[in-house]
C-alpha cells in the first residue's frame, strides 16, 4: 500500500478548538462566554470556538479562533484535553481540543470583546451552554484547583499590586467557598512569594489594606518546585 | 445558514491516536513499541497508534489500536495531550491525540504483543520513531515526573510484593538518574503508604530485603491529597 492510498482510506473529522478563557474582576472569577449571533444555535451560549483549518496547526486554531471571536491576542494558552465522544455535538460529530487561559481582563479590550458578542460572567451567572462545553467547564476549573494547590497562583490573574484579602478573594472564587482569613494569610505569607509595599488599599476600609506584589522570581522558583497549599 | 450545511463548509482532519505504555520489568522502564510490518513505513518503529473511527470516541479508539496492535485489554489510559502542528506526519495531515497509561507487564500477554510486531524496549533502547513520537515520550516522561513529585507512584507498575531498592528503581528510571539509597528510604517510609511483609526478596542478596506492600487505603488518600517528594 501506498503511503497516500493509506491515508486515504481513514475516516476524516471535523476538529474544532474550544477556549476558555478565565478573568478576574470585582473580585469574582470570571469566564469569557459567547451569545451565538447567527444560526445554527443564534441566541444560545457557548465557549470561544472554531473549526480548526487545514493548514494551521491546533495551538494557532485557538489563537486564532480567540482573536477573530472577541479581539483578545497574544496570550498564552494550555491544553486542557480532548472531548471526544461520536456524539457530543448535536449537529455532527465533531472532535474538540480545548484550551484555557488566565488573563487580566483590564488589560485587553472589553469594547472589542462585546461587539463580537462575548461577555465576562462570573461562575454562578454562567448559563446551561452548548454540547458538553458546561463540562469543559467544570473540567478547567477542576485543573486550576490542581494548579492552586501544587503551583503558586494569581500572577496571570491580579493586577500588579493587590491586598491579601484581594488574593484570598481570588482562592475562594477558584475553590468556590469562603476561607479562614488569618490561616489564608498565614498560609501564603510562608510561601514567601510575596513583597509587601509602602502603599495601601484604601477603597474597602477606612485603615485600608497593605498593597503587595509578587517576586517574580521567588514565584516562578516555587512554580518550578511545587508545594502542597492546603486550605 | 442551516446547521448541516455550517458544518459541510468546515474542513476535515485525519486524526490518529497514539499510546505510549509504560511497563517496568528487570529493574527497566519500558516502553511499548511498534516495528511497522507493513507499508507504508515498513521497518520503521513507532508508537501503537491508529485512525480514530467515524463512530467510536476517541478514548475507544485507544482502547481498540491498543488490544489489535498488542492483545492488551482493560487498561485505564489518561490522555496526554493533543500534536496539531500542520506538519507533524511526513504523508498527510494528522492530528494526533496521545493517551498515556502504566502497566504491569507480566500481566499482559507478551507473546501476543510480539506476534504483532510490538516489543517492550527499556528508555535508553528506543530508536528514532516516526514523526514525532519521541517528543511524546519526552512529554509523557515528563508527565510521570510530574506525577511522582506530587503524587504516590508505583501501584500500576510493580508487583504486588516488592523490595525497597525495587521501588527506589523505580524511581530512578522515571528520573533517569540514580537516587541516594538512605535519603529514598526515609522518604519513602516517611509517606506511610507502605506495609512491611514478614517475607524478603533473596534473589539479589543472601541477607535478602524486605517485601512490602502498597496500604491501597493510604495510598489512595495521598494520591488525592498530594505531596511533594524531593529527590
Known sequence: M???????????????????IFGFEDGKLKLL??????DPLAGAFSLVGGFVQENE??????????RQTTGIRDIFMDQL???????????????????????????HDKLLAQQHGAHWLSLHQI?????????????ALERLRD???????????????????QL????????????????FRKKILAMDILEKLDEKDKSTSKKGAHL???????????????FVFEI
Chains 1, 2 share one sequence.
Open 57 to 66: 496547526s491546533t495551538d494557532h486554531a485557538a489563537i486564532r479562533v480567540l
Open 168 to 183: 484570598r478573594n481570588l482562592y475562594e472564587e477558584i475553590y468556590q467557598r469562603p476561607l479562614d482569613k488569618r490561616n
Open 127 to 139: 448559563p446551561e451552554l452548548i454540547f458538553d462545553h458546561n463540562e469543559m467547564l467544570r473540567d
Open 81 to 107: 484535553r480532548a472531548y471526544g465522544d461520536a456524539g457530543r455535538d448535536a449537529g455532527a460529530r465533531v472532535i474538540s481540543l480545548a484550551y484555557y487561559a488566565l488573563i487580566r481582563i483590564s488589560e
Open 147 to 165: 494548579r492552586a494547590k501544587f503551583h503558586p497562583l494569581g500572577f496571570e490573574l491580579l493586577p500588579e499590586k493587590f491586598s491579601l484579602p
Open 2 to 20: 501506498s503511503l497516500a492510498s493509506f491515508y486515504a482510506n481513514a475516516p476524516r473529522h471535523l476538529v474544532a478548538v474550544d477556549c476558555i
Open 212 to 226: 503587595y506584589r509578587f517576586d517574580r522570581k521567588k514565584y516562578d522558583a516555587l512554580t518550578q518546585h511545587g
Open 33 to 38: 462566554i459567547i451569545q451565538r449571533k447567527v
